[in-house]
């Protein structure tokens, strides 16, 4: 099964993510980094289960790094939620699905 996530890079970020009319999730991450392939299935479940209510995206930040630095990503991965084009939550590292969920449902 492909990712609902959809991947996004410094030429369409604007678009995706600070101009969305519905809150976006990103997932800064790194094919290197093992946490984050830990995480990816947890983001496509809840890519799937919060269609049409919350977008989520990826950020490769070994291709797109200029986008982690602009928003203070430090460590992989780093999950940031966005809601009307400002960051409103911030998940660093691997957290359960339950932990994310727990955070995002305020602002969904």
Request: net charge negative.
């Amino acid at each position: 099964m492909g990712s609902k996530a959809l991947n996004v890079t410094s030429a369409d970020f604007e678009a995706q993510v600070i101009q969305s009319d519905v809150p976006v999730l990103v997932d800064f991450w790194a094919e290197w980094c093992g946490p984050c392939r830990m995480i990816a299935p947890i983001v496509d479940e809840i890519a799937a289960e919060y269609d049409g209510k919350l977008r989520v995206v990826k950020v490769d930040t070994d291709r797109d790094g200029e986008i982690a630095s602009a928003f203070g990503v430090l460590g992989l991965p780093t999950l940031m939620l966005f809601k009307n084009g400002k960051p409103v939550e911030s998940i660093m590292g691997y957290k359960p699905k339950g932990e994310i969920l727990k955070k995002l449902r305020s602002h969904v």
